[in-house]
C-alpha cells in the first residue's frame, strides 16, 4: 500500500499535465473553437470519466429494452480491440475482431436494433442516419469524451467503490479529464451499488458528487442471471454443487463477479487476462492447464459475457468444446423509485425530440 501511494504521489504532476491539457480541449469545445457537431434525431451519450470498470454495456442494454419497443433504435460506439477501421455496420455473421466485443455482444442479443461501430462518431452518425430515415434514437457507446458530437442527452456513470470524486487523472489515478468535467453530464448514475443500499449511503455519494441543480442522480445495481453455456450444446449441465471455479476474467473489474460466485463453490481459482483480451490458442492451453490442476472433479469455468464473445470464434471453439464453460449475462437494476424516474427522464427527451421534429 505505501509502495502504491508513493508511485501515485511521483506520478500525480504528470496528472496535473494532462487534466490541464483536457480542460484547455473542454474549453475550446465550450466556446466552439473546435466543432461539435449535433444531429436531427436523438443521440444518447453513455460514458464515464474513468478508464473503464463503471458498466457501460450493461447500462446500454438496459436503455435498448426500455426503448426499441416504441422507438427504432441504434448504437454506435468505437469498437474497442478490433483490428478493422472504419464505419461498419454489425450483423450476427460480424466476427469479434471486425467490430469488438461488446458490439458483438450486444448485436448477438438483440435482432431489432442497429448496431454500427466507427472510431470517428460524427462520421458514424452521418452514415447511420443516411442508412436509415426512420431511426429515432442512437446511443453512443463510450462517448463522454468524444465532444465533436453534441448529444441532446448525456449519461455519466460512476462506480460506487470508486467514484470519480475520489479519483485522480492518469497516470496517478484512472480518470481520463478532471472531476469537474461531470458538470457537462445531464444525467448521473452510480453503478454497482450493494443491493441493500440505505438511504444515509445515497446521501453522502450526493454530497460527494457535488451534484449540480441541472442534473439528476440514479443508483443501480448488478443482477447476475443463470450461467449459460459458452458452446452448443454444452459438454455437460452445470452442476449445483461445485467444490471449485476457475473464474476466467479479461475486463476491467472482476470483483462483483468474483463476490457473486463465491456462493456457488469452496474454492476459486482465478485467471485474469488485460481488459478487451484477445485469446489466442495458447491462452486456450493454459485456461485447460489450470483447470487440470484444480483436485476436484466437481468443477466448472465460469466467465463473463463479454469474455464469451472472445472466446467464442470459429478459431478456439473448437479447442474448448470439451471444456465445461459457463458465462454469467447480468443485467441492470435502480434501486426504489429511480427505475421509474430515469425511465421517464429518458423516454421524456425521446417522445420530446420526437415531437419536435
Avoid: W
Amino acid at each position: 500500500m505505501k509502495y502504491m501511494q508513493l508511485l501515485q504521489y511521483i506520478l500525480y504532476p504528470f496528472s496535473l499535465v494532462y487534466g490541464f491539457v483536457m480542460q484547455l480541449r473542454n474549453i475550446l469545445f465550450d466556446l466552439r473553437i473546435l466543432p461539435s457537431a449535433h444531429f436531427d434525431k436523438a443521440v444518447i451519450s453513455v460514458g464515464n470519466l474513468s478508464m473503464g470498470g463503471t458498466g457501460k454495456t450493461p447500462h446500454i442494454e438496459y436503455l435498448i429494452r426500455m426503448l426499441s419497443s416504441s422507438v427504432s433504435v441504434a448504437t454506435l460506439s468505437r469498437g474497442y480491440g478490433r483490428e478493422s477501421k472504419g464505419f461498419i455496420l454489425a450483423s450476427p455473421g460480424s466476427k469479434v475482431n471486425e467490430i469488438g466485443d461488446e458490439p458483438l455482444q450486444l448485436v448477438s442479443k438483440f435482432d431489432n436494433i442497429k448496431v454500427a461501430v466507427d472510431e470517428k462518431r460524427k462520421r458514424g452518425l452521418t452514415n447511420l442516419i443516411s442508412r436509415y430515415n426512420d431511426l429515432d434514437v442512437v446511443l453512443l457507446d463510450d462517448a463522454f469524451q468524444h465532444r465533436y458530437v453534441r448529444p441532446g442527452l448525456s449519461i455519466l456513470l460512476t462506480s460506487y467503490s470508486k467514484l470519480y470524486s475520489e479519483d485522480h487523472v492518469v497516470p496517478s489515478g484512472t480518470l481520463r479529464e478532471f472531476p469537474s468535467g461531470a458538470n457537462r453530464a445531464n444525467i448521473i448514475v452510480v453503478t454497482k451499488t450493494p443491493k441493500i443500499f440505505s438511504p444515509i449511503s445515497r446521501r453522502r455519494v450526493i454530497e460527494d458528487l457535488k451534484i449540480q441543480k441541472h442534473q439528476q442522480i440514479f443508483f443501480s445495481y448488478i443482477a447476475y442471471n443463470e450461467p449459460v453455456p459458452l458452446l452448443e450444446p454444452a459438454p455437460s449441465a452445470f452442476p449445483l454443487k461445485l467444490l471449485s471455479i476457475l473464474l476466467l476474467t479479461g475486463i476491467a473489474d472482476h470483483s462483483f463477479l468474483q463476490e457473486h460466485i463465491e456462493r456457488l463453490c469452496s474454492d476459486i481459482v482465478l485467471l485474469r487476462f488485460n481488459d478487451h483480451h484477445a485469446f489466442t490458442a495458447s491462452d486456450v492451453a493454459l485456461i485447460e492447464t489450470r483447470f487440470n490442476e484444480i483436485p476436484t472433479q466437481k468443477k466448472v469455468i465460469i466467465t463473463t459475457e463479454k469474455d464469451a464473445m472472445r472466446l467464442r470464434t470459429a478459431e478456439l471453439s473448437p479447442l474448448l468444446e470439451h471444456l465445461p464453460i459457463f458465462y454469467i449475462p447480468i443485467s441492470i437494476e435502480f434501486h426504489g423509485s429511480d427505475k421509474e424516474l430515469f425511465d421517464s427522464r429518458v423516454l421524456g427527451y425521446v417522445n420530446r425530440y420526437k415531437t419536435s421534429l
